[in-house]
């Protein structure tokens, strides 16, 4: 109810003016039960489908086998030490690919919405580049640098795999989120950059106070979701040696033949993914009702 | 009264050709618990590794594993065009739930843990460990563990050989490749200084696949790895038939002279023991 009197265009002020403040709306009183039937039905419905779902499952035949080989407590402890150890990795390596991505992707964004003829080889860069990185999988991309360049030898150049394998997922994500940054760029209204204009602000500068910030805010939700993917694909460096939280539960899994520790490693992603999901709806959220409350 | 006495006779005769059919055809080529009866299905890696397995072909019979399986099949009353062969990888042979074969053979080692949820033969084979590197790398010439230490090591997920690393040898940031040949590319990459591998795959990889590299020491056996057996479904009945053909078969001189075939090689290679 409140947030319909907050959306109310005409504001107090602009009533009280001539005839005095409006009657509040009436305030519709649910009975007893219009409130409780439908709470009975969400939860009847509820009960029924997880409870079938749980007895299903339970009841199955070899229910205590996958029980022995992927629930299992004692494992899931005994692997728990070294899959968080690998997971701190995987927290690492996130971490510093976050912020080249952030970076990286919003060069490629500028330098593809750049117009002048000078500019012409910087634009046709970013459209090769996008289409080349986003087009391949990010495994293959991984297996290549992480296997491939440090083949080379190349001196002066790093020869780990982590470094290289950490490379491809920023050249990779970058690509995806570099796109995201243009269509955030392509919504900003086209009066603001003729507003911009008409301040005599140069193409640099346009983009700069008023392009960018603008186009950040519009795409922060989306951006933090490519951030929620890349989280999990970090287990994709695991392919070249590095030791991230899924590899670490797979060498339990091949030492033992129990499927716990994929769990453990799972709970733990879980554990990140989901408190940063809720922070990216919240933050979708928060700029919906910062639009909707700027509506003339 | 003739109503009254057929259904006993019908039960009667059912009962007794139950009775006398089973352990008539129990331990021959048609025992009801195989897989597909009449058949001996085998699961086997996907690819498959020489020398236990030449040119990824296991009904080529060419190899030690393979040679094994079919000297097995003979001890046990199958033909030889009678034994399928069902490809898996690693991951699907270890994964839980019903197996779509008799026995699985890939090199699997035997341990205490790995015998909770499945069930192995007794043990066909135990191979020595062995380093492998190229020619410049820090292990050569090393003599001692600690020496050993110094190297950045690499091994692939699954095998034994790392497991060997941490618990033997005491290095604790093993690099963990998918696959043999992810673990062989770093080598030649120099992303690692050195491998393990089980001594039958240190000399074929040294001679066939990386002839840069070759094999820098020897080293002595682990005692929690029992070595290679078959793996079977937990508690598939079978096991004690084919545990007793793979005694004759081991008896008569088989597996030795297998791999006397396949996974020797002339040595004169330094042991590392401590």
């Keep these: 109810m409140r947030v319909e009197g907050d959306l109310d265009p005409r504001s107090p002020t602009d009533w009280s003016s001539g005839m005095g403040d409006p009657p509040p709306p009436a305030k519709k009183v649910l009975t007893v039960s219009e409130r409780l039937i439908p709470f009975a039905i969400s939860l009847t419905s509820v009960v029924v489908v997880f409870g079938g779902l749980a007895l299903l499952i339970t009841r199955s035949e070899q229910w205590p086998r996958v029980q022995l080989q992927f629930f299992n407590g004692r494992a899931m402890l005994e692997a728990f030490p070294t899959v968080l150890r690998g997971f701190w990795t995987n927290l690492a390596v996130w971490g510093v690919a976050l912020c080249c991505i952030a970076l990286w992707a919003l060069v490629l964004a500028v330098f593809r919405s750049l117009n002048g003829p000078w500019f012409a080889p910087l634009r046709l860069f970013t459209v090769i580049y996008i289409d080349l990185f986003r087009g391949l999988p990010a495994l293959l991309l991984v297996l290549l640098f992480g296997f491939g360049i440090p083949a080379l030898q190349i001196p002066g150049l790093p020869r780990s795999s982590l470094f290289w394998g950490g490379m491809a997922m920023v050249l990779s994500y970058a690509a995806y989120a570099a796109e995201v940054y243009r269509s955030g760029m392509e919504a900003v209204h086209d009066g603001q950059r003729a507003a911009a204009k008409a301040l005599g602000l140069s193409q640099w500068q346009t983009l700069r106070y008023a392009i960018v910030p603008q186009a950040v805010r519009n795409v922060l939700p989306a951006l933090l979701n490519l951030a929620v993917a890349l989280q999990k694909d970090v287990a994709l460096l695991s392919v070249v040696g590095v030791r991230d939280a899924v590899r670490e539960a797979q060498i339990y899994t091949a030492r033992t033949f129990n499927y716990s520790s994929l769990v453990t490693a799972a709970l733990l992603f879980l554990v990140t993914t989901i408190p940063l999901a809720r922070f990216t709806d919240s933050i979708a959220r928060r700029d919906r009702e910062r639009r909707l409350q700027r509506t003339p | ?274």
């Design chain 2, 1 to 274: 009264m003739v109503r009254q006495v057929v259904p006993f006779l019908a039960a009667f005769g059912l009962l007794f050709g139950w009775v006398s059919a089973t352990p008539a055809q129990e331990r021959t080529p048609n025992d009801p618990r195989l897989f597909t009866p009449g058949k001996l299905t085998v699961g086997t890696g996907d690819p498959v590794f020489p020398p236990w397995m030449l040119n990824d072909d296991p009904a080529g019979g060419e190899g030690f594993e393979n040679g094994l399986v079919y000297a097995l099949a003979e001890e046990m009353g199958f033909d030889r065009e009678d034994v399928v062969w069902v490809r898996q990888s690693f991951e699907e042979t270890i994964a839980p739930g019903p197996k779509p074969y008799d026995f699985a053979i890939q090199q699997i080692s035997v341990t205490e843990a790995r015998s909770e949820v499945v069930t192995f033969s007794s043990v066909y084979y135990q191979p020595d460990k062995a380093v492998v590197a190229l020619p410049d790398s820090p292990v050569v010439g090393a003599s001692s563990f600690a020496e050993l230490r110094q190297a950045r090591w690499g091994a692939t997920v699954g095998t034994t050989d790392l497991d060997y690393l941490e618990n033997i040898l005491g290095i604790t940031n093993v690099a963990v490749y998918d696959d043999q040949a992810g673990t062989f590319q770093a080598l030649q990459g120099g992303l690692i200084d050195a491998t393990v591998v089980a001594l039958p795959t240190a000399l074929f990889v040294t001679a066939v696949q990386v002839p840069e590299a070759k094999i820098t020491a020897l080293l002595p056996p682990d005692e929690n790895d029992r070595g290679h057996g078959l793996l079977f479904e937990k508690d598939n009945p079978l096991v004690e038939w084919v545990n007793e053909a793979l005694a004759a078969v081991i008896e008569r001189g088989v597996v030795e002279e297998l791999a006397n075939t396949y996974l020797r090689g002339d040595l004169d290679i330094p042991e590392i023991t401590e």
